[in-house]
């Protein structure tokens, strides 16, 4: 092998070695830039600079999907190979891409010039199928769309319809998501330049009256959250307000809208919630299958800081002082708890913590930390420059203002819809063009990969909070995903298992355990066979076990979907 050449790397090293660890992942994906994987000689360059052991920085990549130890090229095409696409024929797609470069999943060219993978969900589900070629996104392939894509010329995807009364996604598609002189002439910086005009306890008194609540899916109230925050013991610089952009549940992508389309509403809604914290420090982490978005958030804050909207003395006010740094993540699905996602940002495996002590009190570096997920600030944001009581005049008493939803599956105009809370799922599907050629409704995955399938027979179920509990039906992240009567619900089931089998972190065993073994039945069951006797019992049984004995939210619902499709349709694994 040719030596390689350190002295870029250790160029780079030199500029962030004094922030030690929390520089970890950033490192990686550095020398992954610069050499294409991460070979012995690299690992040791970065322990040594970032005061990190060498197993540390192995046990890191090792965790990471996206960071390799192997020879890898630098141009990655990574393939979705989840629900969404498949139904799209991306089963067929994923072939002819497989054909035409001679590969399997985790081979590299004879050249080197290209490593094929076929991955779990992009994000882009509305697009589906979709991949990555290298940081390019593709969506709306086709087998006759192959070369193209293969050649980088296939177009990038673009915003999909938006239906309802837009107010989270009022410029979504209207600015330039790269000026933030556009951002500024269509209302931007309106509602921080009000929000730091008030007292922050009076600001978090807003928002706790509009009634926002986490839109990820924990539904924890936003306003309640900032002040639990904002008493606990600390300095501001010992503060910190973290957006979780880890958004990697098959089937939801309205993140992935405002981060690519309004990033700058993300940059400002994040210092707002700092002002109101009392914290100097904003942390951004973004999923590592987001190239797009991570580089219009990291324009957005550089032009943000270089306007006085970040830094010291923030918009003039005498000791607001608030800055964000942008993490990048590498393929970790259990990222997106919150306190695994701490522990990325510190340069550590990303694993759950035990809770008590909760973020508010112990988070990131255990300092008081408030976490919110993207669509919950940029709501914030909004319900607080329009008016609290203007928002709370849409949706209902229990459920105000608009919530943002991902439309995806066999429907017509597939997206991110924005409607007041009440909205009945049949309205929500009727908005997007009801499924193509007239077909049945056989069943709707809601709230993501986490949560539930339903029967044509809750169509009109409102989508409210006060509705979920009554139905026992998360709305969870939003997602909307139909499957009309031509679909297989026992493949689904199955592709819905081997997910979470791959993003089990292993902490615990019942998760670790019970996710894999779930899969192996569904895949017995979907592809080697059908149903043997016992086998409904046993995944209910596992259903059961994951979902009360798992230390963390991914294994408390890994089963969620797949014992709602058993409580509708039990001939499939009986």
């Given amino acids: 092998m040719t030596e390689l050449d350190l002295t870029p790397l250790q160029t780079w090293l030199d500029g962030v070695s004094d922030q030690g660890r929390r520089q970890l992942l950033p490192a990686l ?85 290209v490593t094929y993978e076929h991955v779990p969900c992009l994000g882009m589900c509305e697009h589906g199928p979709c991949a990555l070629i290298g940081e390019k996104p593709a969506g709306r392939l086709t087998v006759d769309d192959v070369d193209a894509f293969l050649a980088e010329e296939h177009p990038e995807p673009v915003a999909d319809p938006y239906g309802g009364p837009r107010h989270i996604l009022k410029r979504v598609g209207v600015v330039d998501p790269e000026s933030l002189a556009d951002y500024e002439a269509n209302g931007g910086y309106a509602g921080l330049r009000k929000a730091v005009a008030l007292d922050p306890m009076a600001l978090i008194e807003q928002i706790e009256d509009s009634g926002i609540v986490g839109r990820g899916g924990a539904m924890f109230p936003s306003g309640r959250k900032w002040r639990f925050t904002r008493g606990a013991p600390g ?35 994040t210092t707002m919630a700092g002002y109101a914290v009392g914290a100097e420090n904003g942390w951004i982490f973004i999923r590592g299958e987001y190239p797009r978005a991570y580089n219009r958030i ?66 990131l570096f255990m300092q008081p930390t408030a976490v919110n997920n993207v669509e919950t600030l940029v709501a914030a944001l909004v319900a607080f420059d329009m008016g609290v009581d203007n928002w709370k005049a849409m949706g209902t008493e229990k459920s105000p203002g608009t919530k ?28 997007a063009g009801g499924v193509p050629g007239g077909k049945d409704i056989k069943g709707i995955l809601m709230g993501g990969a986490a949560g539930v399938f339903i029967g044509p027979d809750k169509l009109d179920m409102p989508l409210t909070y006060e509705a979920s509990r009554e139905n026992n039906v998360p709305l969870g992240s939003g997602v909307i995903m139909v499957f009309d009567e031509d679909q297989d619900i026992r493949s689904a089931m199955y592709e819905l298992s081997r997910f979470f089998a791959h993003e089990s972190c292993g902490k615990c065993f019942p ?64």
């Fill in 511 to 574: 998760c670790q355990l019970g996710s894999q073994r779930q899969m192996e039945v569904l895949d017995s069951i979907a592809n080697n066979g059908g149903p043997k006797a016992g086998d409904k019992d046993l995944l209910l049984d596992m259903g059961h076990t994951m979902t009360h004995t798992s230390l963390c939210g991914l294994g408390q619902t890994a089963a969620s979907a797949v014992v709602s499709a058993i409580e509708i349709w039990p001939e499939l694994v009986e």
């Fill in 29 to 113: 994906h550095e020398a992954q830039r610069l050499y294409g994987w991460l070979p012995r000689e690299v690992q040791s360059v970065i322990s040594r600079a970032l005061r990190v052991p060498e197993a540390d920085v192995h046990g890191v990549i090792e965790f990471y999907t996206m960071y390799y130890n192997a020879p890898t090229a630098k141009k990655v095409i990574r393939v979705c190979e989840d629900s969404a696409c498949r139904m799209h024929d991306g089963k067929a797609v994923m072939a002819a891409i497989e054909d035409k470069l001679g590969l399997k999943h985790g081979e590299t060219s004879a050249d080197e010039s």
């Fill in 298 to 363: 990291m324009n957005a804050v550089e032009k943000a800081r270089e306007a006085g909207y970040l830094g010291k003395d923030v918009l003039g006010v005498e000791g607001f002082n608030f800055d964000i740094e942008v993490r990048l993540g590498a393929g970790a699905y259990i990222c997106g708890e919150e306190t695994a996602l701490f522990e990325a940002i510190e340069g550590k495996r990303g694993f759950p913590r035990i809770k008590p002590p909760f973020p508010t009190t112990h988070g």
């Fill in 235 to 269: 300095t501001p610089s010992q503060k910190h307000i973290v957006v979780n952009a880890d958004e990697s549940e098959p089937g939801t992508f309205k993140d992935r809208g405002l981060l690519e389309e309004d990033p700058f509403a993300v940059i400002e809604s």
């Fill in 404 to 431: 943002l939803f991902c439309l995806s599956g066999n429907l017509e105009n597939r997206g991110v819809y924005e409607v007041p809370f009440g909205a009945t799922v049949r309205e929500m599907i009727e908005m």
